[in-house]
């Protein structure tokens, strides 16, 4: 499955034209590469996105099919790791 459409597909990105958008700024790595649109995803690749500061590495546990219920849509991958580089929108006590 295309890298572009497992993001779409799993609600990672809303749209696959945006998901399209983050692989084309270098925004997107797979397995450690930064991966273009249409690279083959697989169950056990790690993407990692970064946009404006926020990173969020998944882990692909399962492919979804062309007639995939959006409602088990998070089933697709696990959150290895999520944080938030961007000093601006942190709190300061």
Sequence with gaps: ??????????????RR???KELCDQGCVKVNGNVAKSGRA???GDDIEIS????????????????S???ARASEC?????????????QVHS
């Design 1 to 14: 499955m295309r890298l572009d459409v497992f993001l779409k597909a799993s609600s990672v990105a809303k």
């Design 17 to 19: 034209a945006f998901a």
């Design 41 to 43: 995803v697989q169950v």
């Design 51 to 66: 946009k404006r500061g926020h990173r969020k590495t998944l882990k692909v546990l399962e492919l979804p099919a062309k």
């Design 68 to 70: 995939f219920n959006k």
């Design 77 to 89: 991958y696990e959150v290895l790791d999520e944080s938030n580089d961007n000093p601006a929108s």
